[in-house]
């Protein structure tokens, strides 16, 4: 078994936190809203979903939860990859503000904004961990974006 760096470890429990919140927080908190706030809502975590998939099939076997690459990992740039670095986050955070906003959860909404802040801090701290990974990163770095294509 491979030793996990601390910090990795870290990334993923605060991950896993977010997420239950994430699941919990529009079943806690549920309010009525405008059929145009639940469709918007509806439309986000579809999109969400959407994109986390098209990551997670981009990746295959060099998916990893962890921050630092496994040894058998590769530079993944093709499919939603050459346009995004990080679909997954995005999806996570974009699904999870549809599915506050489909519930009307303020809690959700707070939740899936904490989620979108903590997303943008891990992949900053991944992308200098594949920066000294993978000789390719930084040009890479220069011919994508984080999260918005063509804005961030």
């Known amino acids: 078994m491979t030793r996990r760096r601390p910090r990795d470890v870290a990334w993923f429990g605060v991950q896993l936190a977010l997420f239950l919140a994430m699941v919990a927080a529009p079943l806690i908190d549920r309010r009525p809203v ?18 986390a998939l098209a990551g ?21 740039n093709h499919g939603i990859y050459g346009q995004l670095r990080h679909p997954i986050y995005l999806g996570w955070a974009v699904g999870g503000l549809g599915a506050a906003l489909l519930a009307g959860s303020r809690l959700g909404v707070a939740v899936a904004i904490a989620g979108g802040i903590f997303y943008d801090a891990r992949a900053r701290d991944e992308e200098r961990q594949l920066t000294q990974t993978y000789a390719g990163y930084a040009d890479y770095v220069s011919s994508s974006s984080r999260f918005l294509p063509g804005l961030y």
Do not use: C, F, K, M
């Open 56 to 76: 997670y099939r981009a990746l295959g076997s060099s998916h990893s939860p962890w921050s630092t690459p496994g040894a058998e990992a590769r530079l993944v």
């Open 34 to 51: 405008p059929r145009l706030v639940r469709l918007a809502g509806l439309a986000l975590q579809l999109l969400g979903v959407g994109v």
